[in-house]
């Protein structure tokens, strides 16, 4: 993996310097933290609701009691009409009450640890350098010529939304922003009355280091970011990592401070460092025959572990099994 990335300048075509490649790029991927810390930071942000204390209580009912072989639930008062002597405020009941009902003291927020949703931040940042989850996401990266995709920090005299597209299609990411375009559906369900009546697939994210970036926000898809504040939840939107990001180079440079290295810690994050892979080789050969490994390998018991035999045919068997343990002690 190059340790090289190129920056472009602001017409998307020239390749106006290189720069080192940080470390947190090269960190191992665990799709079953991301999903798990994604699940419990977006239940942060849900609004408490309950249903009435009063719901399905507003009746004029009361029990008929014994002797008339009905049930002793609650009935609706009077007489003359369909509803008079129906069941009332049980939840078994027409209009009747919520069996337990929603409150709005429920525990709604999540606990994470700190150390790991740094290490699931910086894993979903990583995905973004490898070309096989972000087009495995559904993004079209065919044309984008390197990831991670890093440009000049001039974009930001850019001050025209067509300039901002032209340079999105010079850095082959005009079949991105048109997919995301071409996506928006109408939502499923009653949210669609709920001021959420459409949807539209996630597109590309830049990520700046604080710089206003005014030419890109009339681009629909076209989300931003400040590097100081990175959102897991827009890193890796569902809990799916990989999504298509475009660097600025003084964002791109700030994350070797942001997360450190597998040595040294981070200047930003106090007592933070890049955790250590758990297996520095995938061979498994390697780690079988090694002198560790070996020496804890007990040698095969090939004698049966049955009482003294007696007749012929199992004296001969029992000899050809002493010969061979004897040929592997020998070994």
Not at 37 to 47: D, E, G, I, M, T
Not at 138 to 143: D, E, F, P, T
Request: hydrophobic share 35%; proline share 5%.
């Amino acid at each position: 993996m190059s340790s090289k990335v190129n920056v472009y300048d602001v017409d998307g075509k020239t390749v106006a310097k290189k720069v080192e490649r940080p470390a947190v790029f090269d960190i191992e991927l665990r799709d079953d933290l991301v999903q798990k810390v994604h699940s419990l930071v977006s239940q942060n942000s849900r609004q408490p609701y309950a249903v009435s204390p009063l719901a399905g209580m507003q009746h004029s009912a009361v029990s008929w009691g014994t002797g008339r072989a009905v049930a002793r639930v609650p009935r609706v008062k009077g007489s003359g009409t369909r509803r008079a002597g129906q069941a009332a405020f049980a939840p078994f009941c027409r209009k009747g009450r919520m069996a337990h009902p929603t409150k709005t003291h429920r525990r709604w927020h999540r606990k994470t640890p700190l150390c790991l949703r740094r290490t699931v931040t910086a894993m979903s940042v990583a995905a973004t350098a490898n070309p096989a989850i972000v087009e495995a996401r559904g993004h079209r990266c065919s044309n984008v010529p390197m990831l991670p995709l890093v440009v000049s920090d001039n974009i930001s005299s850019l001050e025209k939304t067509k300039q901002a597209v032209e340079l999105l299609g010079n850095l082959g990411l005009g079949e991105e922003c048109q997919k995301v375009k071409d996506s928006k559906s109408l939502r499923r369900g009653k949210g669609k009355f709920r001021n959420r009546r459409f949807i539209r697939r996630k597109g590309l994210l830049i990520i700046h280091d604080g710089s206003q970036l005014s030419a890109f926000r009339g681009i629909v898809g076209v989300d931003q970011m400040d590097v100081n504040s990175l959102d897991l939840l827009e890193l890796s939107p569902g809990g799916k990592m990989g999504r298509l990001v475009m660097w600025t180079e003084s964002a791109f440079n700030k994350l070797s401070s942001l997360f450190g290295t597998f040595a040294t810690e981070s200047e930003i994050k106090k007592g933070y460092s890049l955790p250590l892979p758990l297996v520095t080789s995938d061979n498994l050969d390697e780690y079988f025959y090694s002198s560790e490994i070996q020496s804890l390998i007990k040698c095969p018991n090939m004698l049966p572990s049955e009482d003294t035999v007696k007749t012929d045919a199992d004296i001969a068997q029992a000899k050809e099994f002493i010969g061979m343990y004897e040929k592997i002690v020998a070994n």
